[in-house]
């Protein structure tokens, strides 16, 4: 197929649809745009490896000049789009220019839920390498560090700090972390993690006010606490980058909506992949939107396949993963966790190494998730299951026996 392919932000939704085009086999023209001027950047170091300081910024790298040149995409960062044109199909960059299209694929992501309190400096919100790079040297100073934020975020930013050997305290209003994904039983486990690590929390309380400077900070507790730091981190959520099509006339509804095949509903020639695209889900029968690295991998293919084979589409329905670092913990999330009505420990948590799997079912008796620490053979028996829609206890059962 010809023409040209504009695909808009350069994260791995992004690179990874224009790889994925030349290898389906577009012909044409591909621009790959990026609002950063770094060279296409992996995001999860970001709270892991690069925070601990066990990467450099090029192991992170997706996409580099000379792979960018053997494939023929054309890279134009550092100039972040402002809006597109489906009448005059054109995105147009906020340096002026005006990009042709005669396919456009939206992988703008998301960003990283604005924080509601503003000190005079040393808060740090940790979604792009210049934030990582900031953070990294706010942590050479001496100091406590509070992280606001107990999800898989904050969770690994508390376990870099450790890493570095600074004292932390994570605060979240939840009871227990991540207990809205894998419920309160399981995220207990969680909880004694960080204890385990030398990690204070302040959970089931939230944030009042954020005031001082970088080295001097004071977090003050909804309960009347205040938690002196030095530094402080807030992972409380992220938002779609959608705000640039807000005069677009496309459907824009916390994310890009999309059909089950990745194009956006009502429009030529435009698909949405990662983060940014909310999308018609065949297996959950609802529209999603789905903040997974894997969930953007697997869409960016889906995506160009569709784009290069328009007359046999394939339905993008995933069964959701994601992974979590966590000191010495690997959290494997499969399916959803949280629509389950009951679910059962297997395996020991408590062990040393930890082996255990939480399996997830609804009430019709269906497998609709797990949770598992250091299982890998039974990661690979689980994420079969729930793509063949096995029955809980026939997993249970299943899973109970390779213990």
């Not at 085009?21 to 690069?50: C, F, M, N």
């Not at 975020?153 to 450790?162: F, L, N, T």
């Not at 959520?237 to 807000?246: I, T």
């Amino acid at each position: 197929m010809n023409g040209t392919a504009v695909v808009v932000g350069a994260s791995v939704g992004g690179v990874r649809t224009a790889q994925a085009l030349r290898r389906e086999g577009w012909q044409g023209r591909i621009t790959l745009v990026g609002a950063e001027s770094h060279l296409p950047y992996d995001k999860p170091p970001l709270s892991k490896q690069l925070l601990a300081g066990t990467w450099d910024v090029p192991r992170t790298r997706l996409l580099d000049e000379d792979a960018a040149k053997r494939d023929d995409i054309e890279l134009r960062l550092g100039r972040p789009a402002v809006g597109l044109d489906p009448a005059d199909r054109e995105v147009r960059l906020a340096d002026g220019a005006a990009l042709p299209y005669g396919v456009a694929v939206l992988a703008t992501g998301s960003a990283a839920r604005p924080s509601p309190w503003r000190p005079r400096s040393g808060l740090h919100l940790l979604r792009g390498l210049d934030d990582a790079a900031a953070l990294r040297r706010d942590l050479r100073r001496p100091g406590p560090v509070v992280v606001v934020g107990g999800g898989f975020i904050g969770a690994e930013v508390a376990a870099g700090v450790r890493a570095l050997g600074k004292a932390v305290t994570v605060v979240d209003p939840a009871p227990v972390p991540m207990g809205r994904v894998m419920g309160e039983e399981v995220g207990r486990l969680f909880t004694g993690l960080h204890h385990r690590h030398g990690t204070a929390t302040a959970f089931g309380v939230g944030v009042a006010e954020v005031t001082g400077e970088a080295g001097s900070l004071e977090v003050r507790l909804t309960d009347g606490r205040v938690l002196p730091a030095a530094t402080v981190v807030v992972g409380i959520g992220a938002v779609p980058n959608d705000a640039w099509l807000r005069d677009s006339g496309l459907p824009v509804e916390d994310g890009v909506l999309c059909d089950a095949a990745c194009r956006v509903i009502g429009v030529e020639d435009v698909y949405a992949v990662g983060d940014v695209a909310r999308w018609h889900h065949p297996g959950h029968g609802r529209r999603v939107r789905v903040e997974h690295w894997t969930n953007a991998v697997e869409q960016a293919s889906c995506a160009a396949y569709n784009i290069v084979h328009p007359d046999t589409p394939r339905d993008h329905a995933p069964v959701e993963y994601v992974w979590s670092d966590q000191y010495d913990w690997k959290a494997q999330i499969i399916g959803r966790p949280d629509t389950a009505s009951t679910h059962r420990l297997i395996g020991d948590p408590h062990a040393v190494p930890a082996r255990f799997a939480a399996l997830y079912g609804d009430d019709e008796g269906r497998l609709t998730g797990a949770v598992l620490v250091g299982w890998p053979k039974a990661t690979l028996r689980i994420r079969r299951m729930a793509a063949q829609g096995t029955a809980f206890t026939t997993a249970v059962e299943e899973i109970g026996a390779m213990e």
